[in-house]
């Protein structure tokens, strides 16, 4: 992950765990930062052009992670900061008495280095009787040997420390501590003049400094200082303050005031309280009572002047029974800045908290390192997640019937569904709507009211189709969107309607549709020119398509011959384009029957024409069409598979799912196994045909209750199976493809069923005979429209896929071929 997608993705339980997790690899760039930093260097390189060389790799890397890879900003910061860099303002000054000004940012490295030409500070003295300083024992004021921290830009306050810099300083004070600790002296020996460098301490550290006179004042500022590496000079002063102080001099620490302890974050002056802050508990023997002006003590809280702050203390410096004093300066800060330090920072709350949970520094137990790892490992999670009850319920009880020899005993009818085809407008809803009038699956009552509504919004016509079309925006349109169904039962079978959409835009329902279907009815629009415009739009189209979804049966329904006063020769003419059509798409005569028909009259639907008009034509009516279509031989015995067309929460089950069972069986009780999620569930209830089962068979429309499963895990599209014989995941498969476009490598859209991914055509390793299916062609360049080929897709994702599996690949809006997976 980016850093810049880190920050977005930013969490606060994520960020306690990788603070208690803490590794000191885990301070390292990851390689994604330092490839990013390359480039953004190179950018940045060229974007300076000659201007470059003024400039370091390490600042124009500062400068990237500051500004998050903005390498605009960053060639704008560089160029004000090192290129051409404006005028130096005059720092803000303490104005002191001889008139000269020293920067508000200084420190004060020792009162014995006073024969450095450097500004006093006695002017904060200058109206208390012991504030006349001997010239000797003047503490010397210098500047920060280092530049401030921190980049161009901000507040204007402290500088904040970008993270190289925290980065770079927290590697330098581990390999110091380290040096340290490998050179350390033993508990009893002495401090090192080492110890008299100034820390490069943040606000809350004391800058300590002594002075070699008998009766030296010693003045620590605290000071705003930031972590900066000493200058050759400095280290020069400050060996030679350590050249002057005594061997085993004590460290010398001032009592702090009460605003020192709040300032400084001490919260009493409870040894033990101030050895957790790392303060040598201090001596009340050795620090004395502070003084005032008038030797008398004087309030800590009273100001100097208007910059700082002072306690003065005093120590006794050895065994002589001579004292010295210590003066501690703090910056002068408003009260409402002292309040915000009263209680602890949001900072130090998580911090204490942290530092609370955490094991103790050095102890870091491989359970921490475990349990960052468990939480972030993908095993683990994966493991924890599977671990989740979704439903503590009890499993749902299975009868453990043999559900094949049940279902040959139940001698129920035989069940078909099929799709309705055309174009769109040509009265497929309407056909549909009047046959379930006719069947009084819908009352008269229910269609007048639907003609009422209908009239109301001037689509009076459409009435019938509104059986069917229920949805709003279906209604409003006048077109139907989605696959509808509906059943309706004959003597000898339960026939599922599946009214698909006629319109190009909704050709991924209509296969959706097909899909479930035995066989199909084709509506054409009679009427003149219907249908011509038929055939030049999805007439066609939807011909192919559910050839290639596998169905073999149709029956083309000639519709609205009342438009042309039921003329036979019109009905022929249709009849045998058709005819021509239809052989070409592989349909044979046998699975082919045309019925002339008035969808909107009722006529030779389920009664024949009354019509004197229509009296020519004497064969079987849509019905007895319907009838004599046998569904597809079912897979009984084959592993189940249901390919799920709607999800839905139910009082029954929060998953509760519908779709034809493809192959197989199931009864209440199964396990059943969803892909591609590979989450069980188990068969609480089953529905057949909107009727309460104890099983179901292939062939069936069922609605199953699951439980046990996160409704997370079923989508459309899924297949639900025998956990026993699971459908195989995949992201690249083979198809035997009918070309109804030019096909090449390229995009694709994929669909089976209501499964809908992304893809490409990756090769193409042959053209097939469309007869044979022999190899007439290794590895064309392209495919011809009504060719065979056999093509390799690979998909976006993995999606559950086996040989056998009818898909239909779309690009551009456009059906460009359908076939079987090999
Ligand atoms: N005269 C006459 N009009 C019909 C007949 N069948 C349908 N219509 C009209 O044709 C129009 C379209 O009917 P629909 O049933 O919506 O057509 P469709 O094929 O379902 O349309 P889509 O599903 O949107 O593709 C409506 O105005 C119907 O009244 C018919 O047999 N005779």
Redesign the pocket.
């Known amino acids: 992950m980016s850093r810049h997608q880190y920050v977005r993705n930013l969490d606060y339980q994520d960020a306690m765990d990788e603070y208690e997790g803490y590794t000191e690899e885990e301070d390292e760039l990851s390689p994604e930062d330092r490839v990013l930093l390359n480039q953004g260097t190179a950018d940045v390189q060229a974007a300076l052009g000659v201007e470059a060389s003024k400039v370091t790799v390490a600042q124009i890397e500062e400068a990237l992670w500051h500004y998050y890879y903005d390498v605009d900003k960053s060639v704008a910061y560089l160029t004000a900061k090192f290129i051409n860099p404006p005028p130096k303002a005059a720092k803000p000054a303490i104005r002191q008495p001889n008139g000269k000004s020293v920067t508000s940012s200084w420190r004060i490295v020792g009162a014995a280095a006073a024969s450095r030409p450097a500004p006093s500070v006695s002017h904060l003295f200058r109206d208390m009787p012991w504030g006349n300083i001997p010239k000797h024992r003047e503490a010397t004021l210098v500047p920060p040997p280092m530049p401030r921290g921190g980049l161009l830009g901000g507040s204007g306050t402290q500088p904040k420390l970008s993270k190289l810099q925290a980065l770079a300083a927290a590697r330098k004070k581990k390999a110091e501590e380290k040096t340290a600790d490998n050179n350390k002296p033993k508990a009893a020996e002495a401090p090192t003049g080492k110890e008299n460098v100034p820390p490069s301490a943040p606000l809350n550290k004391r800058v300590r400094f002594s002075g070699s006179a008998t009766q030296d004042r010693i003045v620590a500022i605290m000071t705003p200082a930031v972590p900066s590496q000493p200058t050759q000079s400095d280290l020069q002063q400050q060996s030679d303050v350590a050249a002057a102080t005594p061997e085993n001099e004590p460290v010398l620490k001032a009592t702090p005031s009460a605003f020192a302890r709040i300032l400084c974050g001490l919260p009493s002056d409870d040894p033990k309280a101030k050895a957790s802050m790392g303060e040598t508990p201090l001596d009340p023997s050795l620090f004395g009572e502070r003084y005032g002006p008038d030797n008398k003590g004087r309030p800590p809280e009273e100001p100097v002047d208007s910059t700082w702050w002072f306690d003065i203390h005093k120590r006794k410096r050895d065994d002589s029974g001579e004292y010295e004093e210590v003066v501690v300066l703090y910056p002068n800060l408003p009260q409402d800045a002292r309040d915000n330090f009263a209680l602890p920072s949001p900072d130090d709350i998580v911090l204490a908290a942290q530092a609370k949970a955490k094991p103790k520094a050095g102890q870091r137990t491989a359970a921490a390192q475990s349990k960052k790892k468990s939480t972030h490992s993908p095993e683990t999670v994966a493991a924890a997640v599977s671990e989740l009850k979704v439903d503590d319920a009890p499993l749902p009880k299975s009868r453990g019937l043999d559900v094949l020899s049940e279902f040959e005993k139940s001698k129920g009818k035989k069940n078909a569904s099929f799709v309705v085809v055309?174009?769109?407008?040509?009265?497929?809803?309407?056909?549909m709507?009047r046959l379930l009038l006719d069947l009084k699956v819908v009352d008269q009552r229910a269609v007048d009211k639907l003609r009422k509504e209908a009239e109301n919004i001037g689509?009076g016509?459409?009435a019938?189709?509104w059986v069917l079309?229920q949805r709003p925006e279906e209604r409003s349109r006048?077109?139907?969107i989605d696959v509808a169904s509906n059943r309706f039962e004959t003597k000898n079978t339960v026939f599922t309607i599946l009214?698909?959409?006629?319109?190009r835009d909704f050709i991924p329902n209509m296969i959706a549709g097909a899909s479930q279907a035995d066989f199909a009815i084709l509506?054409i629009?009679a009427?003149i020119g219907g249908f011509e415009s038929g055939l030049k739009g999805q007439t066609r189209e939807h011909l192919l398509l559910i050839r290639s979804m596998g169905v073999s049966r149709v029956i083309v329904a000639v519709?609205?011959?009342?438009?042309v006063a039921w003329s036979q020769e019109r009905f022929n003419e249709i009849k045998n384009q058709m005819a021509g059509f239809l052989s070409a798409a592989n349909f044979q005569d046998k699975n082919i029957s045309f019925v002339p028909?008035?969808?909107?009259?009722g006529d030779n639907l389920l009664h024949r024409s009354t019509d004197p008009a229509a009296s020519w034509y004497t064969g079987p009516t849509l019905i007895e069409e319907l009838e004599n279509s046998e569904p597809n031989a079912r897979a009984l015995t084959n592993p189940l598979r249901i390919t799920v067309s709607d999800v839905s929460r139910t009082i029954q089950s929060p998953v509760t799912v519908s779709g034809r069972i493809d192959a197989g069986s199931l009864q209440t009780g199964d396990a059943v196994m969803v892909q591609p999620s590979g989450e069980k569930a188990y068969v609480k209830s089953v529905l057949v045909d909107e009727a309460p089962a104890e099983w179901a068979v292939a062939g069936q429309n069922v609605v199953l209750h699951l439980s046990h499963i996160d409704p997370m895990h079923v989508k459309v599209g899924d297949i639900i199976c025998d956990p026993a014989n699971l459908v195989p995941r995949a992201d690249t498969f083979t198809l035997k493809a009918l070309a109804f476009d030019i096909l090449m490598p390229m995009e694709v859209e994929v669909y089976r069923g209501r499964l809908q991914v992304g893809g490409r055509i990756e090769a193409i390793p042959a053209l097939l005979d469309k007869v044979t299916g022999q190899v007439i062609k290794k590895k064309p360049k392209i495919v011809k429209p009504a060719t065979v080929a056999r093509i390799v897709v690979k998909l976006e994702a993995q999606v559950p896929l086996e040989a056998g599996q009818r898909v239909v690949l779309r690009s551009g809006g456009q059906t460009v071929a359908a076939g079987l997976l090999e």
Not at 424 to 430: C, E, P, R, W, Y
């Open positions: 055309g174009h769109v407008d040509a009265g497929k809803s309407t056909m709507g689509k016509s459409f019938l189709a079309d006048g077109v139907t009214d698909a959409p006629g319109h509506v629009d009427g519709n609205k011959l009342d438009m028909v008035s969808g909107l009259h």
